[in-house]
Structures are given as structure tokens and as C-alpha cells.
């Protein structure tokens, strides 16, 4: 194995480079020295030509550094010649000489406006989409419990029983336990605040109005989106990822009257009862701090929510109850159906859930209040 040489010499305006000896990786560290010893004189060069004649051996390295010696050249916009290639080393140099070759296309700025238009656009595409898959649920779901109707025996009871018990019973004391929280924090910062102008009583009619039409079944609402809701997308989500639910397929058993409908009918039977018991939870947590903190006893509490509130209030907050648990079971088995065969799409997918479910029961409490103020109630 011969030293490797890099001779250069200048004639006229050509700068002539004879590499000689042996350009393989052996010699890697005197290659990279002599490369970069030569390329001030490189830049300097108008024309340049190659004369490859002495070269005894080579490799990839060996040829790369002469390939970056040519197209430095070349993009500087100078005349590269290269001679004396050997037979057995063309192939090597021109398989070397054609990588990275392809022209980079720039690609133009996107115009902000039409760029905000067009994700607009996808946007407005995307919720379309959405709300088809909500309405494919709904009405499969229907298709469900009319099958059922007609035939009572095939109402998956046992099922029906056990997430009955999920998603009310079990939930019963964490969401006694916030809603009687809310309910003191809002009769506390209520006092507080009526007490400039003398008018601690009205508290009693803020707590039990609030509690009664919105809050009570608001909350509850959003804590079984999150609770329940997830829990309902990610069995769907894990059954669909073992291809369980395919399997229910095969068998020739419906998923919807399986799996979603008894799901379904649990939240819509459970939420009201939920909310009435997180508001009961909140008047009584409103009413303790009435007495301790605003001097006020329990029978003058009382005496002032029977006033205060009526049987409207209450009916107004548990008609709300069974639209709201039936938008988080039909979101919540839906996007459970959309898993795909990974962890990551069962995240994904459990986090959408959640999010839309308290998104779209917010809104209908709007569409309800709407509604109730244009009715008179």
C-alpha cells in the first residue's frame, strides 16, 4: 500500500491536481489533512482539472474526497476536468459522483391568507365529519333500543346492572364531595360580597337557584364526562385494539346492542340521579356555611330556599340530565370505536373523548338555557 499524494500545480488560470497512491480509509486522517491544507489554493482556482492517472487504490472515502474537491468547485461556478480515470475504479466514482444530485425545488411561501382560509376550511371539513359519526352513533343507537323494545330478552341486563353500578354508585362520594364543596365555596364568596351592601339573605336565593338550574347538574355532568366517560372510551378503545369487538362481528352479535347500548342507558339513568344528590350535596354544603360563617341558622335557611326557589328550578336542572348523559355515552363509544392498534391512538382518542364530551355538554346547557328563558321556566 502506497502513501497517498496530492500534488497540485498551476498552469495558467488551471489549478491541476494529481492524487496519487493509495485514497482508501486506511489513510483517512493524512486525506482529511491534505484536503483541507489544499483548499485555500481550491478556492482561489478558476478552473480545475483532476487527473486521477496515479491513483492506486481508492474506496468510498477516497472518492468522496475528491468528489467534494469537484463540486465545491462547481458550485463556486468554476470548469471542473477530470482524467485518467482507471477501469476499476469508474464505477465506484460515478456511483459516488451521482449521490445527492437531485435538484432541491424551493418551495414558495404559503400566502398567510389563503393559508388561514385553508385550514379554515379543514376545519369546517373535519366538524362536518364529526358530527356525521355523531349522528351514525345516535342512530345506531336507536336502531339498538328499538330492537330491544321489540324484544325485551335481549337487553343485555346483567351488563346493564354492572355499569349502572359503575358509573352511579360508585361515583356517589366523589361527587357529593365536590358539589357540596362548590355549593359552600359559592355561599362563602357570596357573603362575603353581600355584606357591603346588607343583603346576606339573598344568598340563600344565589346559591339555591344556581345550584338547582345550572351548576349542580353542570358539574356533575362535566366530572362523569371525565370519569365515566374516558373509562367507556378506553374499553372500547382496548377491546377494539385485541379485535374483540370484530370478533362480536364474526359471531354474528351486534357491538351497538352488546356493548354501547347498556353503556348508554347506565349514564342516562345514573346522571340524573348524580345530579340530584351533588345538588342536594351543594345546598346542604351552602346552608352549613350559612350558619357558620353568615350567622344565619338552618331553619331561616331553609325558611328562605322555600322562597327562593321552586319546583321549576329543580325540574329545569333534571331535564338537562338525560340529553347531557346521552351526548357523553354517544362521544365517549364513538371515539372509542376510532382506536386504532396502538397506545398511542387509545390516548389519543380517550383525551378527545373527554374534551369534546365537556365541550358539547357546556353548549347544550347554553342551548337549554336559551330554551327555558324563551318558555318562561
Given at each position: 500500500?502506497?502513501v ?10 488551471t489549478?491541476?491536481?494529481r492524487p496519487?497512491?493509495s485514497w ?5 486522517n ?7 491544507a ?6 482561489q ?5 483532476v ?8 474506496d ?13 468547485a ?10 485518467g480515470?482507471?477501469e ?13 444530485r437531485?435538484?432541491?425545488v424551493?418551495?414558495?411561501r ?5 393559508a ?9 371539513v373535519g366538524?362536518?365529519?364529526?358530527a356525521a359519526?355523531f ?8 336502531w ?8 325485551p330478552?335481549?337487553?343485555r341486563l ?5 355499569q ?11 361527587m ?10 359559592i355561599?362563602?364568596?357570596g ?38 366517560g374516558s ?14 369487538i ?10 351497538v346492542e352488546?356493548l ?6 347506565a349514564?342516562v339513568i345514573?346522571?340524573?340521579?348524580l ?6 350535596a ?15 341558622s ?9 322562597e327562593?326557589v321552586?319546583?321549576t328550578?329543580f325540574?329545569?336542572g333534571?331535564?338537562?340530565?338525560p ?6 355515552g354517544?362521544?365517549?363509544?364513538s371515539?372509542?370505536l376510532?382506536v ?10 380517550t383525551?378527545?373523548?373527554?374534551v ?12 337549554f ?9
Amino acid at each position: 500500500m502506497s502513501v497517498p499524494l496530492l500534488n497540485i500545480a498551476t498552469v495558467g488560470d488551471t489549478l491541476e491536481i494529481r492524487p496519487t497512491g493509495s485514497w482508501t480509509v486506511l489513510n483517512a486522517n493524512l486525506l482529511e489533512s491534505m484536503f483541507n491544507a489544499a483548499a485555500p489554493q481550491l478556492a482561489q482556482a478558476k478552473r480545475l482539472r483532476v487527473d486521477l492517472a496515479g491513483v492506486r487504490e481508492i474506496d468510498t472515502l477516497g472518492a468522496w474526497l475528491l468528489e467534494k474537491i469537484s463540486r465545491g468547485a462547481e458550485q463556486a461556478g468554476r470548469t471542473v476536468t477530470v482524467t485518467g480515470i482507471d477501469e476499476r475504479h469508474a464505477e465506484l466514482i460515478e456511483d459516488v459522483h451521482k449521490v445527492n444530485r437531485g435538484k432541491r425545488v424551493a418551495r414558495p411561501r404559503p400566502n398567510p391568507v389563503l393559508a388561514r382560509l385553508e385550514q379554515t376550511g379543514r376545519a369546517a371539513v373535519g366538524a362536518l365529519g364529526e358530527a356525521a359519526i355523531f349522528l351514525q352513533m345516535l342512530g345506531a343507537t336507536g336502531w339498538a333500543l328499538l330492537g330491544v323494545l321489540r324484544r325485551p330478552r335481549s337487553l343485555r341486563l346483567t351488563s346493564l346492572v354492572y355499569q349502572t353500578w359503575r358509573i352511579g354508585w360508585q361515583a356517589i362520594p366523589i361527587m357529593v364531595l365536590i358539589t357540596f364543596l362548590i355549593g359552600a365555596i359559592i355561599a362563602q364568596q357570596g357573603i362575603f360580597h353581600f355584606r357591603r351592601f346588607g343583603a346576606e339573605s339573598y344568598v340563600v336565593d344565589m346559591v339555591g337557584i344556581l345550584v338547582l338550574r345550572e351548576i349542580g347538574v353542570l358539574i356533575v355532568a362535566i366530572m362523569v364526562a371525565g370519569r365515566s366517560g374516558s373509562a367507556c372510551t378506553a374499553e372500547l378503545g382496548s377491546m377494539k385494539m385485541r379485535e374483540e369487538i370484530d370478533a362480536l362481528t364474526t359471531m354474528g352479535l351486534d357491538p351497538v346492542e352488546v356493548l354501547i347500548l347498556p353503556r348508554i342507558i347506565a349514564l342516562v339513568i345514573a346522571l340524573p340521579i348524580l345530579a340530584f344528590l351533588g345538588s342536594m350535596a351543594a345546598l346542604y354544603g351552602g346552608g352549613l356555611i350559612a350558619w357558620l360563617y353568615g350567622g344565619m341558622s338552618p331553619a331561616i335557611f331553609i325558611a328562605r330556599l322555600h322562597e327562593a326557589v321552586s319546583v321549576t328550578h329543580f325540574q329545569v336542572g333534571m331535564i338537562k340530565a338525560p340529553f347531557m348523559a346521552l351526548v357523553i355515552g354517544i362521544i365517549a363509544c364513538s371515539e372509542g370505536l376510532k382506536v386504532q392498534g396502538s397506545a398511542e391512538s387509545l390516548g389519543r382518542q380517550t383525551t378527545t373523548s373527554v374534551v369534546k364530551s365537556i365541550f358539547l355538554v357546556i353548549v347544550l346547557d347554553g342551548l337549554f338555557a336559551v330554551f327555558f328563558a324563551s318558555i318562561g321556566m
